[in-house]
Nanobody, 118 residues
């Protein structure tokens, strides 16, 4: 099976930054895509960013709400995805989930809490 371990969440003031990480392990022979979702209180889970690999190039996509502030990256050798989140706003407060796509199956992490408050 595939297991995901997330870390890097915490409490940060508005305008601050965090770096989330997601390490995948288990029966992984090829990861097609890695991404981050978040779920804020009272809201549905939404896609924040995801990254796919194509040859020597990684292709990243972002939600409009985070574009220009968040950066997703991946280390294929370590099966790890990262999310650099800058200029944080209170509305960014949510549980952030890592997701990995292997073939046609998605695997989810346990989530890490990000709280933006003064």
């Amino acid at each position: 099976q595939v297991q995901l371990v997330e870390s890097g969440g915490g409490l940060v003031q508005p305008g601050g930054s965090l770096r989330l990480s997601c390490a995948a392990s288990g029966s992984i022979f090829g990861i097609d895509a890695m991404g981050w979702y978040r779920q804020a209180p009272g809201k549905q889970r939404e896609l924040v960013a995801h990254i796919t690999r194509g040859g020597t190039t990684n292709y990243a996509n972002y939600a409009d709400s985070v574009k220009g502030r968040f950066t997703i990256s991946r280390d294929n050798a370590k099966n790890t995805a990262y999310l650099q989140i800058n200029s944080l706003k209170p509305e960014d407060t949510a549980v952030y989930f890592c997701v990995v796509r292997v073939g046609v199956r998605d695997y989810w992490g346990q989530g890490t809490q990000v709280t933006v408050s003064s």
